[in-house]
């Protein structure tokens, strides 16, 4: 009984200490937050990438996504088997002796094909540029730079 | 007292997965491959599979007998069926699962299926570049065949005539070399080399290759002496 008397105290304490922050600094940020400082190598955060950048975005989610809400201009390369790799390959070839910076992004800040999407793009030996985009499709979203989108406020 | 109550809280969901990546060396005909991720429920309280989703069209998983509750101490198995398509070389697809309250993005467990598969027919190396206005001298992919039976290069198709290529037989069935030259290099271009083997597993047997005539990277030219 006097345990849950201490928790119900240490409960009312932080439910207070939580909406005395709330009122005082506004609700919680739920927008993803890229710190450039702490990315990985071969990573980049959108804020380092101009809308108006020469960039060729890949998108490594299904196909059904690429189509529903891909970025403009983007090309395909995911990892199901059901599709034709080297149409892949062939795509990106062609579009990098154009625009040799490449950002590879799928769903999410956890989904990690696009890092090995990324691996294959390298492995074609084209010189291009490879990166993967921080939060993925997530951040693009945000941001208002995929197809049927608006920047978040 | 009160501290043990407030660990019971934090420990309260959770399944034990002793192993959490499984690398499956597929053998050269396997059309599917299969994993399996034993687990347990190492916490005192039920937990929950909510959801599970590997994110690809390719991968079947099916808990055993379909059982989604685990009480204390109870123990279970993952199996995810992984079909290969045209893929060769090492694939990593990844299995999400989601337990009791895990919010949409951040499921609790993550479990990695890395499939090896065998490389019949390699091609080194993939891509042959030349510099703009540099040496347009020939240059050369050596196509080795990693089979018991031999496989033999049917032929030869460029995407474009800004490139000539000829076929050496070194060794037939095992090794040949792919000469390749730019017709002209004042010009940027890229051909595309589509090599057929008789093969008979399908996902080997047409390869790519690619021909490229390009100004150097910022990198590259960083990099030349």
């Known amino acids: 009984m006097k345990v849950l008397g201490q928790l119900a105290v240490i409960a009312a304490f932080a439910l207070a ?12 940020l739920r927008t993803l937050a890229c710190d450039p400082a702490s990315l990985k190598a071969d990573e980049v955060c959108l804020q380092q ?22 970025v403009e201009g983007s090309v395909l390369w995911n990892l199901d088997p059901a599709e034709d790799m080297q149409a892949f390959e062939a795509e990106v070839a062609v579009r990098i002796v154009d625009t040799p910076r490449v950002i590879v992004y799928c769903g999410d800040e956890s989904c990690g094909v696009s890092r090995q999407v990324a691996e294959r793009i390298r492995a074609l030996g084209l010189g291009a540029e490879v990166s993967v985009l921080f939060g993925g499709w997530r951040s693009l979203s945000e941001a208002g730079r995929v197809r049927g989108s608006s920047p978040n406020p | 007292m009160l501290v043990a109550a407030m660990s019971a809280v934090v420990q309260a969901a959770g399944l034990d997965f002793p192993q959490t990546l499984k690398e499956i060396h597929a053998p050269v005909d396997a059309k599917v491959v299969t994993a399996g991720f034993e687990f347990t429920n190492r916490t005192d ?16 998983l099916k808990i055993k007998d379909s059982k989604l509750r685990y009480a204390p101490g109870e123990s279970g198995m993952l ?50 570049k030349w510099e703009l206005n540099g040496d347009g001298g020939p240059q050369t992919i050596r196509i080795t065949m990693n089979h018991d039976s031999p496989i033999r290069v049917v032929s030869v198709n460029s995407s474009s005539a800004a490139f000539q290529h000829e076929l050496k037989t070194i060794e037939d069935g095992k090794l040949y070399e792919l000469i390749v030259k ?28 690619f021909a490229v005539v390009r100004k150097p990277t910022p990198g590259e030219a960083a990099a030349k002496p």
């Open chain 2, 79 to 128: 199996r995810a069926d992984f079909e290969m398509g045209n893929f060769s070389g090492t694939v990593d697809k990844v299995v999400a699962l989601w337990l009791d309250d895990d919010p949409a993005d951040k499921p609790s467990v993550k479990l990695t299926v890395r499939v090896h598969i065998p490389v019949l027919v390699s091609l080194e190396p993939k891509t042959l």
């Open chain 2, 182 to 209: 730019p017709v002209e290099i004042g010009s940027p271009g890229l051909g595309i080399l589509r090599i057929e083997t008789d093969c008979t597993l399908a996902r080997h047997r047409l390869q790519q290759a």
């Open chain 2, 45 to 60: 309280k039920p937990v929950q599979v909510v959801k599970y989703d590997a994110a690809c069209s390719c991968m079947a």
């Open chain 1, 17 to 28: 200490a939580a909406g005395g922050t709330w009122w005082i600094k506004g609700p919680p």
């Open chain 1, 49 to 70: 990438i101009p809308a108006d950048a020469g960039v060729l975005w890949v998108d490594a989610r299904p196909r059904g996504e690429w189509l529903r809400n891909g």
